[in-house]
């Protein structure tokens, strides 16, 4: 798991490109990496892979009660739509421990992903699914929650952040 500080956090993932198939077995890996951390969904570069894939593990239901589902892989995921209304919520991430920050995002949002099987999807999420979709795909354009708070919880996490990345730097 790689951490704050490490360069490939901050690249944009390259699109992949059809045999999807080949990717069950990183697709596993990250599943197995993202349960025993523990998280709620993983972004490719965020195990070093700098590609467009996220695994989303289940999230309950969404903020109308609508059961989203079981854990599902998206690959070339792509945020279609966002809601004016935004919210606040606790974030964290993996690869930024031990920090979390009320974060304001979109409430609902519609994207389209490809499943393992080559199938394009489009849904629309609201709730928590919605958050995690975009604190993901965020990932594969190299931002990290942090970036999304103000300037100044930024320059208050200052030391914390630098930690991290020198941490990161000896590991």
Known sequence: MLTYGDPVLRQK??????????????????FETMYAEPGIGLAAPQVGVAERLVVIGAV??????KDVGKPFP????????????????E??????????????RPRAIR????TLDGET?????????ARVVQHEVDH??????VDRLSLLKRQLLRKQLQRLAADGRRA
């Open 13 to 30: 993932s390259e699109p992949i490109a059809g045999g999807f198939a080949s990717l069950r077995s990183l697709v596993e890996d990250m």
């Open 60 to 65: 309950g239901s969404d903020d109308a009660g």
């Open 74 to 89: 998206l690959v070339n995921p792509a945020i279609l739509w966002r809601s004016d209304d935004h919210v606040p919520f």
């Open 91 to 104: 974030e964290g991430c993996l690869s930024v421990p031990d920090i979390t920050e009320s974060v304001d």
């Open 111 to 114: 994207f389209r992903y490809a």
């Open 121 to 129: 999807v489009e849904r629309e999420a609201a709730g928590l699914l």
């Open 140 to 145: 594969l354009d190299g931002i990290l929650f």
